[in-house]
């Protein structure tokens, strides 16, 4: 079994800064692209930002130059350290993250439960 458990959300005041973190636990072989996703009330789940293995990363162009994803393979976790939030970040925020179980298995993807952000004006 695999489980992505996010931490850090929360309330915090226009202009201010979060750190969302997000640990991968259980059976796994390798883990490839990671990936912050959020969806806002009444609407669609959105892409926030992706790193793969190798570090390379893709923004949605409403975060960038005030997110900035990152990853530590040796502790199985992503982060997404967040600047000069906006009223319209308010989101739950979630993981997800291409693994492998074993050797032999396919790629899957698994998401965390979330986690609340709240921007308030």
């Known amino acids: 079994q695999v489980q992505l458990v996010e931490s850090g959300g929360g309330l915090v005041q226009a202009g201010g800064s979060l750190r969302l973190s997000c640990v991968a636990f259980?059976?796994?072989?390798?883990?490839?692209?990671m990936g912050w996703y959020r969806q806002a009330p009444g609407k669609q789940r959105e892409l926030v930002a992706i790193?793969?293995?190798?570090?390379?990363?893709l923004y949605a162009d409403s975060v960038k130059g005030r997110f900035t994803i990152s990853r530590d393979n040796a502790k199985d976790t992503v982060y997404l350290q967040m600047k000069s939030l906006k009223p319209e970040d308010t989101a739950v925020y979630s993981c997800k993250a291409e693994i492998k179980r074993r050797g032999w298995d396919v790629r899957a993807d698994y998401w965390g439960q979330g986690t609340q952000v709240t921007v308030s004006s």
């Open positions: 790193i793969t293995r190798d570090g390379d990363t």
């Open positions: 259980g059976t796994i072989f390798s883990i490839y692209d």
